[in-house]
């Protein structure tokens, strides 16, 4: 008998919000960014329901050859392009399409010796640095940068793409351009006379800024169900939870008033109470910061966890369930509690929580269950 922790996986959601990138941003191609292995719902079980999809985004060369490993041979565009010069055999092998952002790709680009199908060009992309003042080209030198690359054997500059840095804030409405409108006027103006491929927009893009939509939108977060905009949840914009993390009640303790609940004793009943134990910790992903207070869902009905998050087991409040039993199901979030509720509890981002879900705990998905 295994542990009871899962987190179910529900492809049909998916495939929904997947749907409402469409009805956001109906003249744009969608690169599905499905890198950190699908947020952390699987990489591979993620692409094979976005078949709709124009093309993938990931982050590493390990990862876009796991797609083509199973025949998946869509575009595939590696975020960070590569990171050492004996990847672009690969790369050009298997059709993977690196985004390059420095002079230091730029530069093993040229110094390349491809071995394989003489004919064939590597395809590639640049970023640019609109804002995000993380990685990219300046802006100025796209001109030198295409003419470098032009002069380059073998290689094909086919896209060009930028990245948003504060699209999840809404518009300010005072009047003044906010730094996504910035960007959104730096982007279009330095790539307006290039006859590329562009791309700017990630899920908050296309949610709340339609002037970055452009040739591909790149949607993430959107696509597992979480909202992208500070000022809405994810219901409001139509999207549904695609993974729920679940365990089972494994205990319940009849606790008397000012008994210390797990390590530190931080939290003290105050009242003689029930309280459960719950298989899953901070050694399944769920984080150790979520405090005395942070919801969770027996059956359904919403109660608290009381006291530490410890590795294999929290404490909940079944103050109210005097019905609870052992082996009741215990969602941390997902169908009823939105993980980006979780999220603010424990002063972190969705982002976090679901790329976080460590590899002992088990993604069940429909299509899996038949
Ligand atoms: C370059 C790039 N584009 C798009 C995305 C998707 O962003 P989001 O998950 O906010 O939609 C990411 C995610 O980190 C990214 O790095």
Redesign the pocket.
Known sequence: MTRPVRALIDLVALQHNFNRVSDFSPHSKIMA?I?AGG?GHGILRIARVLDAADGF?VASIEEGLLLRNVGINKPVFL?TGFHHGDELNELHKYNLTPVIHSHEQLSRLARWKKTTDAKKELNIWCKLDTGMHRVGFDPDEITIIQNQINDIENVNLAGI?S?LANADHPNDDNGQDSKTDEQILLFTQSVKSLSLEKSLA???GIVAWQKSHFDWV?????LYGSS?VLDKKAADLGLLPVMTLESEIISIKKMKKHDAIGYGGDWTCPEDMSVAVVAIGYGDGYPRSAATGTPVAINGKRTQVLGRVSMDMITVDLRGFEHARIGDRVELWGQNIPVDEIAAFCNTIS?ELMCQVTSRVPRISNRDAG
């Open positions: 960014v890198k947020y985004a975020l793409m990245h990630n899920s908050a790149r949607p993430g977060i959107m992208p982002y």
